[in-house]
């Protein structure tokens, strides 16, 4: 006769799984939060290039969240000077998770 399982023990069973596919989500969303600053708009050093200051927070906020993919919306933006370049750094929220992004971007001046 096979064992029966008592119903505590499937519980415990449960929450270890669910803890073990949340620490994994969270490694996953680390993961991709640090590949997000490899990318143009990651660092001050490379900063996604557009043609008019109208556009800086529709740009960032288009690369959606690095975390989760969810939508972002611009919270606050500045335009600080870096290396003698005044470039413009936009902090945007992710609607889903509540991370936030940091991107950063050049104004090409037109000729
Ligand atoms: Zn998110």
Redesign the pocket.
């Known amino acids: 006769m096979a064992a029966k399982r008592r119903p505590r023990t499937e519980r415990r069973a449960l929450v270890r799984k669910k803890t073990k596919l949340e620490r994994e989500l969270r490694a996953l969303e680390d993961a991709r939060e640090a590949r997000a600053k490899l990318v143009a708009g990651g660092t001050p050093a490379r900063p996604i290039v557009v043609t008019s200051a109208s556009v800086v927070e529709l740009t960032a906020e288009a690369l959606g ?1 690095a ?4 939508t972002l919306r611009a919270e606050d933006h500045d335009a600080p000077t870096v290396d003698g370049l005044t470039l413009r750094r936009v902090r945007a929220r ?1 609607r ?4 936030v992004r940091e991107v950063w971007l050049r104004i090409a001046a037109l000729n």
């Open positions: 969240c975390r989760c993919e969810g992710c889903a998770c509540g991370a």
